[in-house]
Nanobody, 111 residues
């Protein structure tokens, strides 16, 4: 199964975006799917994770602002990002065991 992220863009601080991670096959074949981001000159870091049973985990920096969810019927995992901050800027990727990273989607939070 391959995963591809989309939905990024330019948003002002305090704004919202929803990212989508579409699977090429059944998303249930992937034990867990994570959203990761890579800020300029930084390493890729885990933002949020969801298992195929629905359990979730978040980085401390996004707790209370981001929500990860999945729609198994659409083979898609979402990342709802609210109250965005400039430090949320980066390339966002989705991935899981054996899926690879895809091209990622750019999120820029700036006034």
């Amino acid at each position: 199964v391959q995963l591809q992220a989309s939905g990024g863009g330019l948003v002002q601080p305090g704004g919202s975006l929803r990212l989508s991670c579409a699977a090429s096959g059944s998303i249930l074949r992937v034990n867990y799917v994570g959203w990761y981001r890579r800020a300029p000159e930084n390493q890729r870091e885990l933002v949020a994770l969801i298992s195929n049973t629905g359990s979730t985990n978040y980085a401390d920096s996004v707790k209370g602002r981001f929500t990860i969810s999945r729609d198994n019927a659409k083979n898609t995992v979402y990342l709802q990002m609210n109250s965005l901050k400039p430090e949320d800027t980066g390339v966002y990727y989705c991935g899981g065991p054996g899926t690879g990273w895809g091209q990622g989607t750019q999120v820029t939070v700036s006034s």
